[in-house]
């Protein structure tokens, strides 16, 4: 069976690694167009959820990103935990509560604690819960090595214009002509509902806009992702800080950028710099990027319109990558389970029709 993936970011990357992985032959096509994954925060986490299914699916997530670094112990993935402070208080045991109650591992950790874990930050809250199961990922890598080690074919910088097939899909349109495919996957982030649109299916998206900063390496060392409230920041491999512009960043709904790239990288600088012992923080990199957010702000993955079409599209794709791929694959190749079906139930694309 011959499946043409849309899309070489994580998503494309690990559908097409759990693809070949079950022996079929995979073709991924990617056009160079601005990938969310490479600008990702890329946090692996299922703290942030929309309700109690997408936090299991996002638990999910982080089990299935566990057996992909079984598999592939060299891809840039590990799980050093995170620590969050964005509230104190009745509001810190609020969260821990409802996070017990949805069984998430959790743990309330006072200042002493807090430093003991990271000991070069300054200026600690007076508590922050611990999610130790947590992870990171550098999702371009993650994307680049699935891709190479999947033994998948690659077609780079060039763009798929639309899908052929009537009633089932026969091949993917490219702006320098078809490929024939058995099955088509479209894990193209923003660029899919362009795609969609050819054989009738509306993929209707947010525009959110993503702004992270980068520092100069530092000499301080941090071991968790940390959950402040005024971002997220973790340290790169590099000793670089990468720190989101805005607090809660998945979460965050706003449509436009309204302050300069300076402004940014001097605002956030102005809380992260104090945050760091005995060193001046520079930045060196300010990144934007739009978050592929579909428009109930779910997941979608599922199949649709013509016999066998699957679509992938989805913020925290970062987090969402691996499960989606193992589920995506199964469909594909028909052998997915009750269990994998019930996961995936309420994120099918045909909810936006009509
Ligand atoms: C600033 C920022 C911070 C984020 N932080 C997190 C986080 O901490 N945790 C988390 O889980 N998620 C996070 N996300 C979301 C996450 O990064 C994305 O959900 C994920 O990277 C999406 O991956 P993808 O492969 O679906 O899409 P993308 O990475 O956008 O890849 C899409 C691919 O499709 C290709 N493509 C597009 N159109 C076409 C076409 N017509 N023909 C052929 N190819 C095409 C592109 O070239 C690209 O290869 C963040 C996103 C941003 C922008």
């Known amino acids: ?66 057996r992909l670094l079984d598999a592939l112990p060299d891809v840039p993935l590990s799980f050093p935990g995170a620590l969050w402070w964005e509230a104190q208080g009745a509001d810190l045991q609020a969260f821990k509560d409802q996070l017990s109650a949805l069984d998430y591992p959790v743990a309330a950790l006072q200042r002493a604690e807090v430093q003991t874990l990271e000991p070069a930050i300054a200026g600690l809250p007076e508590e922050a819960l611990l999610f130790h199961t947590e992870g990171v990922a550098d999702p371009g890598r993650v994307a680049s090595d699935l891709i190479r080690q999947s033994g998948a074919k690659m077609i780079r910088g060039v763009r798929v214009t639309g899908i052929t097939g009537a009633r089932s899909v026969t091949a993917v349109e490219t702006e320098i002509g078809p490929i024939a495919a058995d099955k088509v996957v479209v894990a193209a982030g923003n660029g899919a509902p362009d795609i969609l649109r050819s054989v009738g299916i509306t993929l209707p998206m947010l525009r959110r806009p993503g ?16 959950v402040t409230p005024h971002g997220e920041l973790r340290q790169l491999p590099d000793g670089r800080l990468m720190a989101s512009a805005v607090a809660n960043h998945q979460g965050d709904d706003s449509e436009d950028v309204i302050e300069t790239p300076e402004a940014i990288a001097a605002r956030v600088l102005a809380w992260l710099d104090p945050m760091i012992r005995d060193e001046r923080v520079e930045w060196d990199e300010v990144t934007l990027a739009h978050r592929p957010v579909p428009q109930d702000g ?31 694959a199964a469909q594909v190749l028909g052998t997915a389970t009750n269990a994998q079906m019930a996961l995936v139930a309420p994120y099918g694309p045909e909810r936006f029709v009509g």
């Open 211 to 226: 702004v992270m900063v980068m520092t100069k390496p530092v000499t301080a060392r941090l071991s968790h992702t940390l």
């Open 298 to 328: 779910l997941p979608v993955i599922g199949s649709a319109g013509p016999e066998g079409l699957h679509v992938a599209v989805m913020h925290s794709g970062v987090t969402l990558a691996a499960i989606a791929g193992e589920v995506t």
């Open 1 to 66: 069976m011959r499946v043409v993936v849309v899309g070489a970011g994580i998503m494309g990357a690990s559908i097409a690694w759990h693809l070949t992985r079950s022996g079929a032959e995979v073709i991924v096509v990617g056009s160079g167009a601005p990938a969310a994954s490479a600008a990702s925060f890329g946090w692996i986490n299922a703290s942030f959820f929309h309700d109690a299914a997408h936090h299991r699916l996002r638990a999910e997530g982080l089990s299935a990103h566990r």
